[in-house]
């Protein structure tokens, strides 16, 4: 495919482990939806209309200096497994990609993909500008859209009320456009029960939570992503500050946990920690659930000491190299193919051992 090969990272900055907090908090995604003056929002426009947005972005992106190193992937046009495998990278939704319930791509869906932002076109809104950061990062994440988005706002004309601020084609995002969110790990908020809890508090104070896969998914290896839930009303700097917040408060009630699960149940959790890696290591057909899982207790065991210093960046890159269109494409059969779990089981021992590799 014309894909994200082109790019050194594959699109996924993140996955290096780099970011500050980083054992427990995966990535930072900071999303503004924008749409253009004069052209119907989705749902009533037509294919011409989509492709003059197409273009439109592609020539703003193109003379904008922190865009200019985008590659334009035409996901209207790629094969079902590529447009796959993008939103396995969480750079393209599945609504953009087609891999939804409905199975359809429509006309003018597009990825703008750069090194530091990439611009969903034809999503839900015309533009959908995103950046995905290592860790907690919310700020820098910011800072790369702000620019990305400002040098693109002198070149495009964006629809913008003066009162409500930016016109989004859900009312839910309407205002900033801002969809700040951070994907964290809280197993022993899990293990206590106590979860259900806190992201009820959460939603009490503005903030909603959802699994791996964004909107709609269940969480899944004690995986969460906490993010923003009113885009009006509050200034940028007071979402994203909200946000950092809540977020660090989150973290201590996980390592409050964490504590309060090693002083009473050591021995379970030493137990769970080791037999999830030794399944890792050892087995010979996994799902991809099951891997996600198994990672969880693995990287508890990393950041808690229980197991030896395993690099966070391998324990990423599973987390994403394990999903179907990914594990299909390592292996060189389809996405429907009956033996995908146990290519992905060759697939994990294989990244474990190249990992031990002096």
């Known amino acids: 495919m014309s894909g994200a090969g082109v790019i ?22 900071i999303r503004l939806a924008r ?11 037509v294919p011409e209309q989509r492709e003059v947005i197409v273009g439109a972005v592609l020539a703003a992106a193109h003379s904008a200096p922190s865009l200019a190193d985008a590659v334009l992937h035409r996901l ?13 990278r969480q750079l393209v939704s599945r609504n953009l990609a087609g891999t939804d319930t409905q199975g359809r791509v429509r006309s003018g869906a597009a990825l703008l993909l750069g090194r530091t932002a990439s611009v969903m076109v034809n999503e839900e809104d015309h533009l959908r500008l995103q950046v995905l950061q290592s860790g907690l990062a919310i700020a820098a994440a910011y800072r790369i859209s702000e620019l990305a988005d400002r040098e693109l706002g002198v070149r495009l004309s964006f629809a913008f009320h003066p009162e409500f601020g930016y016109l989004t084609a859900c ?77 660090r408060q989150v973290m ?31 087995a010979r057909a996994l799902t991809f659930d099951e891997v996600v899982g198994l990672l969880s ?27 179907n269109a990914h594990i299909a494409r390592d292996a060189g059969v389809s996405l429907d193919d009956d033996a995908l779990p146990v290519h992905r089981a060759s697939f994990v021992r294989r990244l474990f051992e190249e990992g031990e590799r002096p």
Do not use: C
């Open 8 to 29: 050194p990272d594959g699109g996924m900055p993140w996955l290096d482990a780099s970011g500050p907090e980083s054992a427990m908090v995966l990535s930072t995604r």
């Open 35 to 45: 749409n253009l003056t004069g052209q119907p929002f989705r749902g009533r426009n």
């Open 76 to 88: 209207d046009t790629m094969p079902a497994a590529d447009r796959h495998w993008l939103n396995e």
């Open 171 to 247: 009312p839910t995002n309407v205002g900033t456009g801002l969809r700040a969110s951070v994907l964290i790990h809280l197993p022993a908020l899990v293990m206590t029960r106590e979860i259900g809890k806190v992201l009820e508090g959460l939603m009490q104070v503005g903030l909603t939570s959802r699994g791996l896969f964004g909107e709609g998914s269940e969480a899944i290896g004690s995986l969460f992503q906490l993010s923003n839930q009113t885009t009006l009303g509050k200034s940028e700097a007071e979402l994203l500050d909200h946000l950092s917040r809540m977020v």
């Open 252 to 282: 201590d009630y996980e390592l409050r946990a964490r504590d309060q699960v090693r002083r009473d149940a050591s021995t379970a959790l030493e137990d769970s920690v080791w037999r999830a890696w030794a399944v890792l290591r050892h």
């Open 297 to 323: 207790s693995v990287r508890l065991g990393v950041t808690t000491g229980i197991l030896p210093a395993i690099p966070l960046q391998l324990l990423n890159r599973l987390l994403v190299l394990t999903q």
